[in-house]
């Protein structure tokens, strides 16, 4: 007492089969018609549940065929779809000999019901059976117009499917070409920036070379300095611009980490730093832990930790104190230093690359450390800010998800 389910679909399939099982049917499966009407010849089966759309042999044929089979064209044929919803497909399927149909999904009540009612009345006999009499070419022309009608929604489809698709091409090309003029401001800027230790360089050796004969010892230490300065610089630089570009091809994956552990690694890291400057560093006890990538913000606060200790008024002892609190679901952790503070109209500058606000005879430096912070920061689902007063100093902060 088998049910034959005939789906093209494994997921349809086998979901029915779960289904038929819990409801006390045992059941066998076809993923066409053509399957089906061979293993309804070769064993009995209280009833069918067939798909419409399939390869090979439609739901359409398949009935067909049961009910032109006088061998098995007893066998109750239900059409269970969720393709064909039109009033005129339903004509057809019954006009083919169909017993049942149902739109799918269809509630396991009224699934149920329907089965059992189904198999019942084809055992007491009372389905109807075809008048064998029936126009075959009407019933040719019936099935190929719905054919035709599902084509052409099939068509409709595809031509909304090729307009999106078109859209989405159009607004992939202007990201591209907005990317391109980035990248060659990036590139134009780059080009500037490391251009100045090269003419340094070669402006220093070229004096050298004339007048070095005539100038006392003292001083061609001194241009050798300024060219091994230049050359120290152009390495930076290019290690900076390295690290900022390779930030935003790096695929990253979050996880715990505790900022104590982040902050003790980025002092270590600017020991030589906070030694020379003989600047004073207080870290709050408690720290927090975040949703990050540990060496990316062990970077990240190097570089917030090496400005704090760099921008301070010549002479001045440099100040830096660590915190962090708890803000809802996120933690801000927050560099606080006694330096010269930022400009209020420089605001909008800091985060851009090579952009430098003060004498860079003063502060050395590149330009590109705050961008990465930014970009790292950013990478990692976090925010960064800053506020300043002008002479009093700044707190530069991220913002990263609690862990
Ligand atoms: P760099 O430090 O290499 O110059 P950054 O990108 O790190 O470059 O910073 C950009 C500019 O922002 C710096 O040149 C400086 O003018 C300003 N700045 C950054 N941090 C501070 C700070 N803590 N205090 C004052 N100015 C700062």
């Known amino acids: 007492m088998k049910v034959l389910v005939v789906d093209d679909r494994e997921e349809n399939r086998a979901i ?7 409801h006390g049917y045992e059941s066998e499966t076809a993923g066409n018609g053509a399957e089906a009407l061979a293993m309804l010849r070769d064993r009995p089966f209280v009833a069918v549940i067939a798909d419409l759309l399939m390869p090979v042999m439609d739901g359409y044929q398949l009935t067909h065929a049961i009910k032109s089979d006088d ?4 066998v109750p044929v239900i059409i269970y779809t969720s393709t064909y919803t039109d009033p005129k497909d339903e004509a057809l399927a019954r006009n083919l000999g169909a017993n049942a149909y149902l739109l799918k999904p269809a509630t396991d009540e009224k699934f149920f019901a329907l089965l059992t009612d189904t198999i019942a009345r084809a055992a007491r006999g009372e389905l109807p059976s075809l008048p064998v009499s029936q126009d075959e070419v009407q019933r040719l022309r019936d099935y190929t117009a719905r054919l035709i009608h599902k084509l052409e929604d099939k068509i409709e489809e595809v031509s909304t499917l090729n307009a999106t698709l078109e859209q989405r091409v159009a607004a992939a090309t202007a990201e591209l070409r907005e990317a391109n003029a980035e990248l060659e401001t990036y590139v134009n800027t780059a080009t500037h920036d490391l251009r100045a230790p090269l003419r340094a360089i ?3 050796s070229a004096l050298l070379r004339e ?4 100038m006392p ?3 061609r230490r001194r241009l050798l300095g300024r060219i091994e300065a230049s050359a120290a610089q152009m390495q930076r630089l290019m290690q900076d611009l390295l690290d900022y570009s390779r930030l935003k091809q790096r695929e990253i994956v979050v996880e715990k980490v505790a ?3 982040v902050v003790r690694e980025a002092l270590a890291r600017i020991g030589p730093e906070i030694d020379r400057s003989h600047a004073v560093v207080e870290v709050s006890p408690r720290l927090p832990d975040v949703r990050g990538v540990a060496p990316i ?3 990240a606060v190097a570089n917030l930790f090496s400005n704090a200790i760099k921008f301070v008024a010549p002479g001045a002892r440099p100040k830096v104190a660590v915190s962090a609190e708890r803000q809802g679901e996120t933690v801000r952790l927050a560099i606080r230093d006694n330096g010269i503070g930022i400009a209020p109209d420089d605001r909008p500058k800091i985060f851009r ?3 430098r606000l003060h004498d860079p005879t003063l502060y050395p430096g590149t330009g590109i450390g705050l961008a990465s912070v930014k970009r790292a920061v950013t990478k990692m689902g976090g925010d960064l800010g800053f506020e300043s007063e002008p002479g009093r100093g700044s707190v530069f902060w991220i913002e990263l998800p609690e862990a």
């Not at 061998?71 to 007893?74: V, Y």
Request: hydrophobic letters at 40%.
């Open 353 to 355: 690359v090579f952009e």
């Open 16 to 22: 029915l089969q779960v289904k038929l099982k819990a």
């Open 211 to 214: 007048e070095g004969e005539r």
């Open 259 to 261: 900022l104590s552990e």
């Open 202 to 204: 070669e402006g220093f």
């Open 71 to 74: 061998r098995i064209k007893d």
């Open 217 to 219: 010892a003292e001083d």
């Open 297 to 299: 913000l062990v970077q």
